[in-house]
């Protein structure tokens, strides 16, 4: 679990790093991309792995800084960022691609297994520290990839959804074609009328 640390300024940034692509920068020997958009921790892994990369493995407090640092400092400074680390139910982690974990700097009081739900991993922008979430949240992200992996030439874009669906809404597969949204009880289920024709008017069944 998480203990209380003594708060730290995020925007004091005195760190070298190099602008190698559009919007990736290498440090240490590793490049990132850190997103100033917002989408679910599925379509965020997909996203680094189109562009040679996957959700960033965090492995010292000297990584994690300048990572937090840099978000505060260069990025939109508000909103969390997903990072490569899941939580089992059983409150067991690790990272995605398998990197044995060595270092986990959790909030005070996480993971805390929400709901039985939250086995994503982000960072916390205020303090950099990490929680458990649902992976259906939307938040930013951080992508990393090593020297060897093929250099892109634009930024990380969102995967186009499954038919064409926003994001948030399920493609279901009917003689309609239809997107779904599931919605709390009190809620009324939305239909949006497939095909999606770019610039044309939403059509809604409530």
């Known amino acids: 679990m998480g203990a209380a640390l003594k708060p730290e300024p995020s925007n004091d940034f005195d760190y070298s790093f190099k602008i ?11 490049e990132y991309y850190v997103s100033n958009r917002t989408t679910s921790a599925e379509r965020a892994r997909a996203s680094c792995k189109k562009h040679g990369g996957d ?12 990572l937090w640092k840099y978000n505060n400092y260069y990025g939109t400074h508000s909103g969390d960022l997903y990072i490569g680390l899941t939580v089992g139910l059983d409150g067991e982690f690790g990272w995605l691609d398998q990197t044995p974990v060595t270092y986990a700097p959790w909030a005070p009081g996480e993971p805390n297994s929400g709901n039985d739900d939250e086995t994503c991993v982000a960072m916390k922008a205020i303090t950099g520290l990490w929680y458990d979430t649902n992976c259906g949240s939307t938040n930013k992200f951080i992508c990393e990839r090593h020297n060897s992996s093929v250099h892109s030439t634009v930024a990380p874009t969102m995967p186009v959804p499954v038919g064409g669906c926003a994001d948030g809404w399920l493609f279901l597969i009917t003689s309609a074609s239809n997107c779904l949204v599931l919605m709390k009880k009190t809620e009324k289920i939305g239909l949006m009328h497939e095909p999606l024709v770019k610039n044309k008017e939403e059509t809604w069944l409530l």
């Not at 190698?20 to 590793?30: A, C, K, Q, R, S």
């Open 20 to 30: 190698i692509d559009n919007g990736w920068i290498l440090y240490e020997e590793h």
């Open 55 to 66: 959700l960033a493995v965090i492995e010292s407090e000297a990584e994690r800084k300048f």
